[in-house]
């Protein structure tokens, strides 16, 4: 059987270097599950892979769309799948990496039989976003599923969008209709997390964001300005804030700060929704790719005996 080997863990907490070593030590390509960057024009406010970076290993997924195309997570699915079978006849392992964590469980589990968008929802519910603000949906998904509202990106409008109008359609809450049994794939999934105290994560994306913009996040939303609160992939932490900031409605420090705060905010998220699951092999983030090595050697052995 194939092997996907799915690395896992907070923003800014070093996935894309792991990925990118782990690719070389196997000499197989990469998948990425980050929704941000699947956007060409959105490089630097998602801290997508550096041309030097996507230089040393084979990536897909990343910069393949515009912030203007239509891209759910159904036809991530869909795409992620056909590239794996692809490349599964070529290698017998492939890297998934990212932290979009409904986008990883599409590949890797698959998503549950639920319908598709409804027209006139998805229109009442963006003009709530663009109207009352990104609040009053996570209001509306409270209310209705408090369960998925806690694990949930709540500054990604797309999450939000989605789940309140599958649960208007079939009056089921979202966590239920998504927790449903699912076909098993035709490859194996190994996961592995990367692990730091949090007063490290903080810290890295606090220092990760100064990095972003001295490399000129602020130009790059510039560029994107004709679009503002028309494109829903642009409702992003580093881009509301900074496009924010750009309107006069905030100082830059201000808005800075905010990147930095929505940010910490994200990886809480992320480390409630991973702690939950319960076949993810920890590694330190100053070693992890030693002990990942080590971790997949003994276990694709042990597999193999199996």
Known sequence: MKTLISIVGTTGI???KLAIDLARYYHTEILS???RQFFKEMTIGTASPTEEELSLAPHHFV????????YSIGQYELDALIKTQELFQKYDTLILVGGSMMYEKALIEGLNDLPESNEENQQKLVSILQNEGIEELQKLLKNLDKKYFENVDLNNPRRLLRAID???QTGKKYSNLISQQKPKRAFRTIRIG???PRETIYERIN?????MIESGLIDEVKSLQKFDNDLIALKTVG????FKYLRGEWELDFAISEI????RRFAKRQLTWYCKEENIHWVDYQTAFAESVDFLTKKLQKLQKV
């Not at 910069?63 to 239509?70: C, M, W």
């Open 239 to 242: 881009y509301t804030e900074i």
């Open 166 to 168: 599958v649960m208007w």
């Open 260 to 263: 930095k705060k929505n940010s």
């Open 63 to 70: 910069g393949n769309l515009s912030v203007e195309n239509y």
């Open 207 to 211: 220092l990760r964001v100064d990095k």
């Open 33 to 35: 599950c980050d929704s």
């Open 194 to 196: 990367i692990k730091a």
């Open 14 to 16: 070093g996935k894309t």
